[in-house]
């Protein structure tokens, strides 16, 4: 598949790009069976993702529906607010950034393999050795996810997490250590990017901001940077039921 130029749609100044809130609009919408909810806030199931979401970070009240829905003394994620409000513990502070796919060569990695529930103690392994980002029991049902093995041994993967409607996410890539430096990362890439653009979506991918190698080898490979974006690991306000004994 050649590269084709893929512009960010332009949307009214005034409207929100769908992907500056995208937990909340894949949870809302296609990973909608994967969620639950509490009024404004949602998260994943917990065996499936860590993430949770807000409808608007800057509504107080959605952060009440928060509270209820994951429980008081619960440390937990949530993405595009800088900060939380009184009463709650900012546990960590992050930076990240999010790239859109502009001019990626998309195409199949005909090594790769489709990797599934019964691969995911092996994927587990490599995601503690590699550590790209939370992968749980359950998140490989959230699309497709490659491997490529060697010898047997799952060496690199990558696959499919948040999908807001019209885009979908690329994650969990990474390559065992002792087989860097041979473009395996960079053509799982592709092809899950092939895949997502068959069914009509356009990739976008997250990083952090401290990782600065790996934001510049997707800009080498055809993703934009868009925008940046903060990370809080939160406590809820109150204390867990099995404390106060």
Request: proline residues 10%; charged residues 20%.
């Amino acid at each position: 598949m050649s590269t084709v130029a893929r512009p960010t749609p332009q949307q009214s100044p005034a409207t929100p790009h769908i992907l500056d809130n995208a937990a909340w609009a894949a949870l809302t919408g296609p990973h909608a069976p994967f969620a639950e909810r509490v009024g404004r806030a949602a998260r994943y199931l917990l065996d499936v993702s860590p993430f949770t979401a807000l409808a608007d970070p800057a509504d107080p009240r959605a952060w009440d529906d928060l509270a209820a829905l994951v429980g008081p003394g619960t440390v937990t994620p949530v993405t595009g607010a800088k900060s939380a409000p009184q009463g709650w513990e900012t546990v960590q502070h992050g930076e990240g950034v999010q790239l859109v796919d502009t001019a990626l060569r998309a195409e199949p990695a005909p090594e790769a393999v489709r990797l599934g529930p019964d691969d995911v103690p092996e994927i587990l392994d490599l995601i503690a050795l590699t550590e790209p980002g939370p992968f749980l029991p359950r998140t490989v049902e959230l699309g497709t996810y490659l491997g490529i093995r060697h010898r047997g041994r799952l060496i690199a993967l990558a696959g499919e997490r948040l999908r807001p409607p019209g885009w979908t996410e690329i994650s969990a890539v990474c390559t065992a250590p002792d087989h860097r430096g041979m473009g395996l990362a960079t053509r799982l890439v592709r092809a899950i990017a092939a895949g997502i653009r068959e069914r009509g979506d356009t990739p976008f991918l997250h990083a952090s901001a401290t990782n600065t190698g790996a934001i510049r080898l997707y800009e080498s490979i055809g993703f934009t940077l868009r925008r940046r974006s903060d990370f809080l690991l939160v406590r809820t306000p109150g204390v867990q039921q099995e404390q106060r004994a």
